[in-house]
């Protein structure tokens, strides 16, 4: 009960300081300083790729704080450049680049934890991939198939972009749990592994949904 008390009183202070405001608007004032300084979206994005090739690194070596500061670094530039593209312009090869880098990094994290014990964490983390190779393959094929323009993306306001940023909650969340508890990571990589297969099946039937009965819908009218 006490630690149910001290979650609902820090989810309290957070909603009523508006921390979350106060966050979004640092990480903003950051992109701006980066952009005058011509450090362009794309270039944020590799530095979040090298961060996670240095996590697959110390991962191998069973330096998960290390690992885990580069994680928290690969997250941040993550969120750097996508703050950084909508504040010039959303390009179509930088929206690539951006989902490359993101499910690039998740893989190169979840091998080097089979690196590091290939014994107990390969068959749990190979599972981990393949699920991650599935959910991709549907959300990027839905992707492709979906009519929205870089037009919508440009003309919003917000700096954040908060609908990449929970569909990436989940694999996130799962790499942190795994740097800080590594002796669970079979246990979390299966759940995950699960929790990405439950996504993929959600983001085929939506497909299905859309790109069929809608259309049908369209036609008949």
């Known amino acids: 009960m006490e630690y149910r008390k001290m979650i609902s009183s820090f989810f309290e202070k957070f909603t009523q300081n508006n921390y979350w405001g106060k966050v979004e608007k640092q990480l903003g004032n950051t992109a701006s300083w980066l952009a005058k300084n011509n450090v362009s979206p794309n270039l944020i994005t590799l530095g979040g790729l090298i961060f996670a090739a240095l996590g697959l690194n110390f991962l191998a070596m069973e330096a998960y704080f290390s690992a885990f500061v580069c994680l928290l ?4 530039c993550d969120i750097l450049d996508g703050i950084c593209a909508r504040q010039k312009q959303v390009t179509p090869f930088g929206a690539f680049f951006d989902i490359f880098a993101d499910y690039t990094s998740y893989a190169l994290f979840v091998f080097g934890f089979i690196l590091a014990n290939n014994e107990d964490n390969g068959a749990a983390g190979a599972f981990l991939l393949v699920t991650l190779l599935i959910s991709v ?85």
């Open 137 to 221: 393959a549907a959300l990027l094929g839905l992707a492709i198939t979906s009519e929205k323009s870089f037009k919508e993306l440009n003309a919003s306001k917000a700096n954040v972009c908060m609908w990449g940023t929970l569909q990436n909650a989940d694999s996130s969340i799962a790499l942190i749990l795994m740097c800080l508890f590594p002796a669970f990571f079979m246990q979390l990589a299966i759940f995950f592994g699960l929790l990405l297969s439950g996504k993929s099946l959600l983001l085929l039937s939506s497909a299905y949904y859309n790109l069929e009965i809608l259309k049908s819908n369209k036609k008949s009218k």
């Open 73 to 76: 670094l690969n997250r941040l």
